[in-house]
């Protein structure tokens, strides 16, 4: 990346958060504070993707799901009951 390709931007951190960096940069784990920020960022953009293909994920499950019911592929169900067969079932595998 070229000194022309980068933009300055000024940042405020809390008190807890400078000396976060500072401590980095201190430890040896970065050479600037620019270089934890950059980093930082990318994590953070990687765990929004993470997250918008989690909820995509999840509104497919839910569309699969109202096509089920639409479809008459649904049952009522008794809690009850399958309460009842899960615990036949753990006494006669016990």
Do not use: C, N
């Amino acid at each position: 990346m070229m000194m022309s390709d980068l933009e300055r931007l000024t940042i405020t951190l809390t008190p807890e958060l400078a000396a976060l960096v500072r401590g980095a940069i201190g430890e040896g784990d970065y050479a600037s504070s620019s270089e934890v920020i950059r980093d930082a960022l990318r994590d953070w953009r990687h765990k929004r993707q993470e997250r918008a293909q989690t909820f995509k994920a999840l509104q497919g499950v839910v569309q699969a799901g109202l096509e089920d019911d639409t479809q008459g592929r649904v049952q009522d169900f008794d809690a009850a009951d399958i309460k009842a067969a899960g615990r036949a079932q753990s006494r006669r595998a016990g």
